[in-house]
C-alpha cells in the first residue's frame, strides 16, 4: 500500500481562464522526462503511418484533441489513439464515477486509461496547478466508438486533502497493475474503490 499520497503539485501562474471548472480540462502525456512514455511514444512512431502520428497531442493534451490511451484486446494491453471527450449537445470531457455506470449516455462504454505524467487544474482564483506521480499515471477513463473513431472521458471522484483546497473533484487514478484490471473489466466498484484517492481516504 502507500503511506502517503504520491501526489504532488505546482503551482503556474497564468491568465487562463475555464469556464468549468468541473475537473481537469487538460492534461500532459509527456513531461520530456518519463522514460516509460518516450519509449511508448518511440513504439507508436515505428507501428504508426507518419500523418496518423502526427494527429497524436504528445504534450499538454487539450478536450477534443487525439490522444493515446489504453484499452485490453484480446488479453493484451493495446496502445489505441482517442479523441478526447463524447459528442453531446456539448463535448462531453469527464463522467462522475458515482453516477457513470447508471447514466445512459454511457451505456455501452468500454473501460481505457489514459497513460500521462499528469494533469492541471485552475483554482477559483485561476490560479493554475499542475499535479504529478512519480513515473506514470493512469486516468481511468471509459470509451466508445463513433462516426470519426474512438471517444473517451475521464472518470472523477471526490477530491481528497490537499486536492481539495484546489478543486472538489480530480481524476480516478490507477496504480500501472490496477490499471490493467480496470480495462480487463474486472468488477467496477471494488475497481473504483482501489484508486489511489481511496486507498489514502484518510491522508492529510
Known sequence: ???????????FESNEFIQDRGMCGRYLFFDEKNEAL?????AAREKMQKEDFEQISLFEVFPGQRA????????????????WGYQGKSLVINARSETAFSSPFFAGSGRCVIPCSGYYEWSKQKRKYYFSVDGTA???????????????????EDA???????????????????AVKWCRNSNEKE????SLRKRNMTQV
Open 138 to 156: 493512469y486516468l481511468g477513463a471509459l470509451y466508445r466508438r463513433e462516426a470519426d473513431g474512438y471517444h473517451f472521458v475521464i472518470l472523477t
Open 1 to 11: 500500500g502507500y503511506s502517503q499520497f504520491p501526489l504532488g503539485y505546482r503551482l
Open 38 to 42: 518516450r519509449d511508448l511514444i518511440d
Open 191 to 194: 475497481m473504483l474503490c482501489a
Open 160 to 178: 481528497c486533502k490537499p486536492m481539495n483546497t484546489i478543486h472538489p473533484r480530480m481524476p480516478v487514478l490507477f496504480t500501472k497493475q490496477d
Open 68 to 83: 493515446f490511451a489504453i484499452a485490453s484486446a484480446k488479453e493484451k494491453m493495446k496502445l489505441v489513439p482517442m479523441l
